[in-house]
């Protein structure tokens, strides 16, 4: 991993992804991180010396790494370890450079742009995976009968400066302006504290909750009506959030900004709404046409048990797994 272990454990939808590979393959699940808590800037050299010093063990216990990062970078510490390395690109980002390093010998993102650039531009072998979550543990009905309208945005900031670059500062001036909306967040224990201080500035306690710690997600998105995430950098998140396939689950529709790889999904399939541009006034559009259409844009579970199936993301990492044994 290439991101600090989160503060509350099981709760960044990334460890979550590779938790699982390592519960069902083997092996071990390590960050290349070098601090505890996330930084702005850090140089690459800094990532993996831990693991650089023990890289005759590793050759020797591992046939592989699978490298988990939003963007691909060529990390110093990967060549020192010389084994083939699957890397999963786990935003939308565009691919730089004319070929990647020898020993990158894979790529998995969800964004089938990615994977045409690594192939076109790389000239490796790159496959489209779309994440695969269990299915709920039970049927959590449909939505209680609005008003008032209840929102979740179950991915909460990193950093204080994501407090604007993920929309919660757009969100809350949107709730502001519309008094029979309520608002879900969801905190990871990173930034709550200046997440509840923004809640106080706007004066919207009474609109807005923040949940922290272990969250039933699934049991949350489903005391709503519809889920959200906004992202002002392609970057800034997963191209497909787990938090937005949980509320397809439980057949909750989704808004979403066009910056987010998955919008081209929720627009393919009428489960929700994209959002077209970053200002208070697109985001209430899109509201409001959530609003009027809730009925269509819910999603049935079924249609979400397909796309996502956690036996199909397993076999397909299998299949890429193989090759190196």
């Excluded at 454990?9 to 071990?28: C, H, I, P, R, Y």
């Excluded at 060549?79 to 998995?108: F, N």
């Excluded at 689950?249 to 994209?274: K, S, T, W």
Aim: charged share 25%; proline share 7%.
């Amino acid at each position: 991993m290439t991101a600090p272990f989160p503060e509350i454990g099981g709760t960044d939808a990334v460890f979550q992804e590779a938790s699982l590979l390592k519960d069902n393959f083997g092996g071990d699940l390590v960050t290349a991180y070098p601090l505890k808590r996330p930084r702005a800037f850090i140089p690459r050299s800094w990532y993996g010396r831990t693991l650089a010093g023990d890289a005759t063990r590793i050759r020797r216990q591992y046939d592989c790494v699978h490298l988990y990062c939003a963007r691909f970078l060529d990390f110093p510490f990967l060549r020192r370890l010389e084994l083939p390395v699957v890397c999963t690109i786990s935003a939308s980002r565009t691919v730089r450079g004319r070929k990647g390093p020898g020993w990158l010998k894979h790529v998995i993102s969800a964004d089938p742009r990615v994977v045409a650039e690594v192939k076109r531009k790389w000239g490796i072998g790159a496959s489209r995976i779309l994440p695969g979550l269990p299915p709920p543990a039970r049927d959590y009905g449909p939505a209680p009968g609005p008003p008032p309208l209840i929102i979740t945005c179950a991915s909460g900031p990193w950093t204080r400066r994501q407090l604007r670059t993920k929309g919660f500062v757009l969100l809350l001036e949107t709730v502001r302006k519309l008094p029979d909306l309520r608002l879900q967040l969801v905190g990871r224990g990173v930034g709550d504290g200046d997440l509840r201080a923004l809640i106080r500035r706007c004066r919207l306690e009474a609109q807005v909750s923040l949940v922290t710690g272990r969250v039933d997600v699934r049991g949350l998105m489903a005391a709503g009506h519809a889920a959200i995430l906004l992202a002002q950098d392609a970057g800034l998140v997963k191209s497909y959030p787990h938090s937005l396939i949980e509320a397809l689950q439980v057949g909750r529709p989704l808004i979403l900004n066009d910056r987010i790889a998955m919008a081209d999904f929720v627009r393919e399939q009428r489960c929700g709404v994209v959002v077209r541009g970053w200002s208070s006034g697109s985001l209430a559009g899109a509201i409001a046409e959530l609003r009027d259409n809730l009925a269509e844009l819910s999603g049935p579970p079924a249609g979400a048990a397909r796309y996502f199936s956690l036996d199909r993301f397993l076999a397909e990492h299998e299949r890429i797994y193989a090759r190196f044994a």
